[in-house]
C-alpha cells in the first residue's frame, strides 16, 4: 500500500521530469581530475567541478589523506569537546587562519554547517542581519534558523547595491549588533563582491561583515587568499567562512575564521560543532596538504587565471555570450531552459560534461550552461571542449 506521502512524492517527481528539470545523476569511476571516467560514455573533459586547482587527485594531497587515516584512524567517534580533538584539526585550524588573514579559524564538516553556525550563535533579538539578495542557499537558511532561534531581525538588500544596504543599516540604527553577508564570488553569475564597499559601508554604521568565500578560496588574488586579498584587504574582514571541499582538495568541510574571541565563542556555544562529530582526519589531513600546497606552489593560481581568460575569450570569438568576469566560473547565456539543457545534452554527448541551469534556478529568459575552468586543464583539454562547444552551439542554431 503506497503511503500518502510516498504518493505526492511520486507525483512531484513526474512534474520534475515533465519539467524537465529532474537531475539525473552521472556516475564517476576515477578521481576528480581535468579528465574523468564516466560510466557508460568512457573518458569526458569535465567542465562542472570546483576542483579549480587540480588538487583533489594531487599526490601530495592524497598521500597526506592517506597518512591521516593510518595514524588517527576512521574518525573521532563522537564531538571533539567530549572526546578529544585531533592535532591535525588544530594544525588544519591554524592552516585556514593564516590563509585568510584571521587571528583564528574553526572547522566544521561542511561550509553549510560553518554559515548556519554563525548567525544563530552569534545573534540576539537585539540585533539585525541583512543579506545580499543573491546569497548562498546555506546563508539564506542560516538566516531563516537565526530568526526561529534567536528573533533577530532580518532583511535582504538589493544585489551589490550599496544604495540599499545603507539605507537599511540606517532604518536599523538601533541594532546593537548589525550583521552584513555577502558571497565573495556568486556561484551562478561569476561575479564579484564590491568587497571595498561593502566593507566602508559597514564601517560607517559599526556593522560586522560576514564573507563566504567558498567559490574565491584557492582561486582570487595573487597567491590564492580570496576576495580579501582580490582587493588587497586581508586582515580587515570581520568574518570568513569558507569551504575545504572546493579548491582546497574538494573532499569535505568548511570553516569560520575571524577574532580568536569569536572561534572561541563558536566552540563554546555553535550548536553545528556541539552536536557533530569532527571532519574525518583523512579530510583534515588531506586538506591541510592542499593549503600548504597552495603556499609553496602559487603558480596554480596563476595558471587557473589564464586558462579561464583563454576559455572565456574563445568562447565569446565563436559567437557565444558568456558572462563577462574574471574567475573560473563562466555561464554562457543561453536563454531559454530547454536550450541550456539541449546544450548540457549535445555537450555530454561530445564528450564534455558540463551542467545547464534554467528557472528557476535562474531568472527567465537567462538559461545557461555554467563552465568551471581547472589549473589541471591543459589548453588541449580547452581547446576540445571548444571545439564541441561550436559543433553543439551549431547543431542548435546558437551560434
Known amino acids: 500500500m503506497t503511503s500518502p506521502l510516498d504518493a505526492r512524492l511520486a507525483t512531484h517527481l513526474a512534474e520534475f521530469r515533465k519539467d524537465g528539470v529532474y537531475k539525473v545523476l552521472n556516475h564517476l569511476d576515477s578521481p576528480q581530475a581535468a579528465r574523468v571516467t564516466m560510466e557508460g560514455r568512457g573518458e569526458i573533459i569535465i567542465l562542472s567541478s570546483n576542483n579549480y586547482l587540480g588538487l583533489s587527485n594531487d599526490p601530495t594531497v592524497v598521500k597526506a589523506g592517506i597518512s591521516g587515516l ?11 569537546f567530549i572526546c578529544g580533538t585531533y592535532t591535525i584539526h588544530r594544525q588544519l ?47 539564506i537558511d542560516a538566516i531563516r534558523l537565526a530568526k526561529s532561534i534567536t528573533k533577530c531581525t532580518t532583511g ?4 551589490s547595491d550599496l544604495t540599499d544596504l545603507d539605507r537599511k543599516l ?8 548589525k550583521l552584513v553577508i555577502t558571497d565573495g564570488i556568486f556561484s551562478m553569475e561569476g561575479s564579484l563582491a564590491n568587497l571595498p564597499g561593502l566593507l566602508d ?16 578560496t584557492g582561486v582570487l588574488g595573487a ?11 586581508v586582515g580587515e574582514i570581520d568574518i570568513i567562512t569558507s569551504t575545504l571541499g572546493k579548491a582546497l582538495g574538494g573532499a569535505a568541510g568548511g570553516f569560520v575564521a575571524g577574532s580568536s574571541n569569536l572561534c572561541d565563542y563558536l566552540t563554546q556555544r555553535a550548536r553545528p560543532q556541539l552536536f557533530s562529530n569532527a571532519l574525518p582526519p583523512t579530510v583534515a589531513a588531506s586538506a591541510h596538504a592542499a593549503i600548504t600546497t597552495l603556499e609553496a606552489h602559487p603558480e596554480r593560481v596563476t595558471t587557473l587565471r589564464e586558462q579561464s581568460t583563454y576559455f572565456r575569450n574563445q568562447l565569446t570569438a565563436m559567437g557565444f555570450s558568456p558572462l563577462p568576469g574574471e574567475t573560473p566560473i563562466i555561464p554562457v547565456i543561453l536563454g531559454e531552459t530547454a536550450a541550456a539543457i539541449r546544450m548540457s545534452e549535445l555537450l555530454l554527448d561530445e564528450g564534455v560534461f558540463v551542467t545547464g541551469f534554467g528557472y528557476p534556478v535562474v531568472p527567465q529568459g ?12 591543459t589548453r588541449q583539454d580547452l581547446d576540445e571542449a571548444l571545439a564541441a562547444f561550436g559543433r553543439a552551439g551549431r547543431s542548435l542554431g546558437l551560434i
Open 70 to 80: 593510518e595514524h588517527y584512524g576512521a574518525g573521532t567517534a563522537s564531538v571533539r
Open 93 to 139: 585550524e591554524a592552516a585556514c587562519a593564516r590563509l585568510v588573514g584571521t587571528e583564528a579559524a574553526l572547522s566544521f564538516v561542511s561550509c553549510w554547517n560553518a554559515n548556519e553556525a554563525v548567525p544563530a550563535t552569534l545573534l540576539t533579538d537585539r540585533d539585525v542581519v541583512l543579506s545580499d539578495q543573491l546569497n548562498h542557499a546555506s546563508i
Open 156 to 159: 535582504v538588500f538589493q544585489h
Open 170 to 177: 540606517s532604518d536599523h540604527r538601533e541594532a546593537e549588533v
Open 201 to 216: 559601508t559597514c564601517r560607517r554604521h559599526g556593522a560586522t561583515l560576514m564573507v563566504d568565500d567558498s567559490h574565491a
Open 223 to 233: 597567491t590564492g587568499r580570496g576576495t580579501a586579498e582580490h582587493f588587497d584587504l
Open 366 to 377: 537567462t538559461a545557461r550552461v555554467r563552465c568551471q575552468i581547472s589549473a589541471a586543464h
